[in-house]
């Protein structure tokens, strides 16, 4: 069983930056695919940003492209994800997931809790 921890949330001004961790119990970046999502109020849950466990794939939503980013990291236990140029549709509870076949997936095996971004002036 992988148990995923959230960080990094919390309340930044447009145009801020934010990175969320997402601390795994086992190893991640070779074992596992990897993604980011998203849930507003009112609305559906959508994908962010994913990874392949090869780290040879990668997939943005369009409205994030550019701005968010999963940095490479030496940790294989901690996955990130790097939110630049925030804006006020960023805001939402945000949920990493991981799993070993289904790739950038709502099915995924593994989720964390989520942690809020909320952007306003």
């Known amino acids: 069983q992988l148990q995923l921890v959230e960080s990094g949330g919390g309340s930044v001004q447009p145009g801020g930056s934010l990175r969320l961790s997402c601390v795994a119990s086992?190893?991640?970046?070779?074992?596992?695919?990897i993604g980011w999502f998203r849930r507003a109020p009112g609305r559906e849950r959508e994908g962010v940003a994913c990874?392949?466990?090869?780290?040879?794939?990668?997939n943005y939503r369009d409205s994030v492209q550019g701005r968010f980013t999963i940095p490479r990291d030496n940790d294989k236990n901690t996955m990130y994800l790097q939110m630049d140029s925030l804006k006020p549709d960023d805001t939402a509870i945000y949920y990493c997931?991981?799993?070993?076949?289904?790739?950038?997936?709502?099915?995924?095996?593994?989720w964390g809790q989520g942690t809020q971004v909320t952007v306003s002036s």
């Open positions: 997931a991981a799993d070993w076949e289904k790739y950038c997936s709502y099915s995924s095996t593994y």
């Open positions: 086992g190893s991640l970046s070779d074992t596992y695919n």
């Open positions: 990874i392949s466990r090869s780290g040879r794939d990668t």
